[in-house]
């Protein structure tokens, strides 16, 4: 089974390259499948994480950034995949 970790977090005004550069140093304890990292407007960062993993398993997941670094808490979600269409 192939579980999706995505973790959003909105970076304070004219933060957002300092968030990502943040977001893609951060070192898990275990190594996904997987994991990319992806920026939108309003100084947005999402990284995504693939796991060969059941939905409910005890995963790593990136922390919370340094509060000067965040307008706001993260947003974290789990999706199991379904398949390839």
């Known amino acids: ?4 970790l995505m973790w ?3 970076a304070t005004e004219g933060r957002g390259e300092d968030l990502a550069t ?3 140093s951060q070192e898990l304890p ?3 499948l997987r ?3 992806f920026r939108a407007p309003e100084d947005r960062v999402l990284v995504i994480t ?3 993993a059941p939905l409910d ?3 790593p997941e990136l922390p919370e950034p340094p509060a000067d670094l965040t307008s706001r ?3 974290r979600w789990r999706f199991e995949s379904l398949g390839e269409d």
């Open 73 to 75: 808490p993260v947003h």
């Open 30 to 32: 275990a190594s996904p």
């Open 22 to 24: 943040w977001a893609r």
């Open 57 to 59: 398993a005890d995963l």
């Open 35 to 37: 994991r990319e990292t």
């Open 50 to 52: 693939w796991w060969d």
């Open 1 to 4: 089974m192939s579980v999706a």
């Open 8 to 10: 959003e977090a909105r």
